[in-house]
Protein backbone atom coordinates (compact mmCIF):
# COMPACT_ATOMS: atom_id res chain seq x y z
CA UNK A 1 0.00 0.00 0.00
CA UNK A 2 3.02 2.22 0.84
CA UNK A 3 4.24 1.70 -3.23
CA UNK A 4 0.55 2.06 -4.58
CA UNK A 5 0.32 5.59 -2.52
CA UNK A 6 3.38 6.81 -4.30
CA UNK A 7 5.41 6.56 -0.96
CA UNK A 8 8.60 4.55 -3.28
CA UNK A 9 11.10 5.11 -1.07
CA UNK A 10 9.51 3.96 2.25
CA UNK A 11 8.01 0.67 0.48
CA UNK A 12 11.53 0.12 -0.71
CA UNK A 13 13.55 0.42 3.39
CA UNK A 14 10.41 -1.68 4.16
CA UNK A 15 11.28 -4.26 1.81
CA UNK A 16 14.78 -4.01 2.49
CA UNK A 17 14.26 -4.91 5.99
CA UNK A 18 12.12 -7.93 5.51
CA UNK A 19 14.57 -8.97 3.05
CA UNK A 20 16.93 -8.66 5.89
CA UNK A 21 15.06 -11.52 7.83
CA UNK A 22 14.15 -13.32 4.50
CA UNK A 23 16.38 -13.27 1.70
CA UNK A 24 14.19 -15.35 -0.30
CA UNK A 25 10.80 -13.49 0.29
CA UNK A 26 9.30 -13.05 -3.36
CA UNK A 27 6.74 -10.50 -2.98
CA UNK A 28 9.63 -8.42 -1.03
CA UNK A 29 12.22 -9.11 -3.76
CA UNK A 30 9.52 -8.06 -6.52
CA UNK A 31 7.83 -4.95 -5.39
CA UNK A 32 11.83 -3.51 -4.26
CA UNK A 33 12.32 -4.49 -7.97
CA UNK A 34 9.76 -2.45 -9.37
CA UNK A 35 10.96 0.47 -7.73
CA UNK A 36 14.80 0.03 -8.37
CA UNK A 37 13.17 -0.44 -11.92
CA UNK A 38 11.36 2.89 -11.83
CA UNK A 39 14.30 4.74 -10.06
CA UNK A 40 16.30 3.93 -13.55
CA UNK A 41 18.62 1.10 -11.97
CA UNK A 42 18.51 -1.51 -14.18
CA UNK A 43 20.79 -3.80 -12.86
CA UNK A 44 19.55 -3.56 -9.52
CA UNK A 45 16.09 -4.53 -10.48
CA UNK A 46 17.20 -7.13 -12.97
CA UNK A 47 18.97 -9.34 -10.20
CA UNK A 48 16.00 -8.64 -7.75
CA UNK A 49 13.48 -10.10 -10.58
CA UNK A 50 16.03 -13.03 -11.15
CA UNK A 51 16.00 -13.81 -7.56
CA UNK A 52 12.24 -13.56 -6.78
CA UNK A 53 11.59 -15.78 -10.30
CA UNK A 54 13.50 -18.46 -8.84
CA UNK A 55 11.87 -18.41 -5.24
CA UNK A 56 8.41 -18.41 -7.62
CA UNK A 57 9.28 -20.09 -11.28
CA UNK A 58 5.17 -19.25 -11.74
CA UNK A 59 5.78 -15.29 -10.96
CA UNK A 60 4.20 -13.51 -13.97
CA UNK A 61 4.72 -10.04 -13.24
CA UNK A 62 8.28 -10.68 -12.40
CA UNK A 63 8.97 -12.27 -15.75
CA UNK A 64 6.99 -9.29 -17.39
CA UNK A 65 10.00 -7.09 -15.67
CA UNK A 66 12.45 -9.44 -16.77
CA UNK A 67 11.34 -8.94 -20.25
CA UNK A 68 11.06 -5.26 -20.23
CA UNK A 69 14.81 -4.71 -18.84
CA UNK A 70 15.70 -7.44 -21.73
CA UNK A 71 14.25 -5.70 -24.97
CA UNK A 72 15.54 -2.23 -23.35
CA UNK A 73 18.78 -3.90 -23.61
CA UNK A 74 18.16 -4.97 -27.04
CA UNK A 75 17.90 -8.82 -25.57
CA UNK A 76 14.94 -9.55 -27.34
CA UNK A 77 16.03 -13.50 -27.19
CA UNK A 78 15.73 -13.73 -23.76
CA UNK A 79 12.64 -10.89 -23.13
CA UNK A 80 11.13 -13.37 -25.25
CA UNK A 81 11.82 -15.85 -23.26
CA UNK A 82 10.47 -14.06 -20.19
CA UNK A 83 7.28 -12.62 -21.38
CA UNK A 84 6.23 -16.51 -22.30
CA UNK A 85 6.97 -17.69 -18.60
Do not use: K, W
Request: hydrophobic letters at 40%.
Amino acid sequence: SLFESGQATESATLCRRILRSNAAQPDALYLLGVVTYESGDDQEALELFRRAALVRPNFPEAHYYLGLICMRHADFAQAASHYRQ
